[in-house]
């Protein structure tokens, strides 16, 4: 069975710390990947996604990740974090060739940055 | 562009009670999915409806049933409630051609069964 994991559930920096969160998935085939910011109180929001191309993809608010197809991982980074990206972060996979578009997410890394 | 809502924002049930939820995809999106997040987790897929019929269920029971309507808003209904059911219920929509894949998730509505 497809599943995600995120090894860091949580994660204390200092403002202008780098940031890089984990993600590996398990599937052999074609997937597409994601990460989803939630802030407190707000609702999933997509930061960005890989689908196929250049496995260095970037986001909102100055976020990167990179696909490595020979690890099954798609870490997150941000080289210098601020006190407004303290969220839980998710990461997820959808097989394209599944038939339907359901996610699997990992469970989630909570980020707290320090002022 | 109004995105996807989702109503009531909390609701308090008590245990074999049933439950309705509903969703208002974005607009211009036609497929909907639902997600269960229970607290400290990441969301569980339930089940997708796509053109009005069940399009993928993930691993929940038949209690947990849902609908789509023409203009491509969703419901989901809970049977039977149990104490572990309590937890955000998500649902998001997905545009059609080659955004299909990504979803946009709404705010959620919080469940607690007693």
């Known amino acids: 069975a497809q599943s995600v994991s995120q090894h860091n559930h949580h994660v204390i920096l200092s403002e202008a710390a780098s940031l890089e969160l984990g993600c590996n998935y398990s599937y052999g085939g074609t997937v597409n990947l994601f990460w989803y910011v939630q802030y407190p109180g707000q609702h999933l929001q997509l930061l960005l996604k890989y689908f196929s191309g250049d496995p260095l993809v970037k986001g909102i608010k100055g976020f990167e990740a990179e696909f490595i197809k020979s690890k099954f991982s798609f870490n997150l980074r941000k080289p210098s974090v601020q006190w407004s990206d303290t969220a839980e972060y998710f990461c997820?996979?959808?097989?394209?060739?599944?038939?339907?578009?359901?996610?699997?997410f990992g469970t989630g890394t909570r980020l707290k940055v320090l002022a | 562009e109004t995105g996807v809502t989702q109503s009531p924002t909390h609701l308090i049930k008590t245990r074999g009670q049933q439950v309705t939820l509903r969703c208002s995809s974005q607009s211009g999106h036609n497929t909907v999915s639902w997600y269960q997040q229970a607290l400290g987790q990441g969301p569980q897929f339930i089940f997708q409806y796509y053109r009005e019929e069940e399009n993928g269920r993930g691993n929940f029971p038949p209690r947990f049933s849902g609908l789509q309507f023409p203009n491509y808003s969703s419901e989901l209904n809970v049977n039977a409630l149990e104490l572990d059911d309590s937890a955000l219920y998500l649902c998001a929509s997905s545009p059609p051609g080659d955004s299909s894949y990504e979803q946009y998730f709404g705010p959620g509505t919080r469940l607690t069964v007693t």
């Open positions: 997820a996979v959808n097989s394209p060739t599944s038939g339907t578009y359901k996610y699997i």
